[in-house]
């Protein structure tokens, strides 16, 4: 997809360049959110430039599917979710497949649901985290990572 957000992000970690990066897997690529209104928050974004899962070829797909589902259980054992929520959405420039990861807990929102019920709460840049805390995010799910994938 011409100028599509995910393949830009992906062009970044290919060149080093993506400081949210975590770890590659063999169908996609795991990063920290780039905002962390919900701590732990992470992304697992495809490898393939794809919009739906169907697109897929069976295989890739299945295996797509179970790294995500590692990943999720990595973020909720690295970031002590009480519950995990796991979105496959797609608009604008960011209609190439990848997974939203969010750790929830209680209290996490102003009354229970789903974290878009905070609008662009969620993007404000006072939950970018500093270099420290990415740093400690991105250790901390590598570990878990490395834990699960042993």
């Known amino acids: 997809m011409d100028g599509c957000m995910i393949c830009d992000r992906i062009r970044l970690i290919k060149e ?10 063999n169908t996609g690529y795991v990063v920290i959110g780039d905002h962390q209104r919900i701590p732990g928050y992470s992304l697992f974004l495809c490898k393939e430039c794809k919009q739906d899962l169907h697109l897929l070829d069976p295989a890739f797909r299945d295996e797509f599917l179970h790294e995500m589902a590692v990943v999720a259980e990595a973020v909720n054992n690295a970031f002590h979710a009480e519950k995990m929520n796991y979105e ?21 929102t102003p009354k229970r649901g789903p974290v878009h019920q905070l609008g662009g709460e969620l993007f404000e840049d006072r939950f970018l985290p500093s270099e420290e805390e990415l740093t400690e995010l991105k250790q901390k799910l590598n570990a878990e990572l490395d834990r699960l994938l042993a």
Do not use: C, T
């Not at 969010?102 to 996490?108: C, E, I, S, V």
């Open 16 to 25: 080093g360049k993506n400081p949210y990066f975590v770890r590659e897997l």
């Open 88 to 108: 496959l959405l797609g608009v604008g420039r960011g209609l190439h497949m990848h997974w939203h990861l969010y750790p929830r807990r209680a209290g996490d």
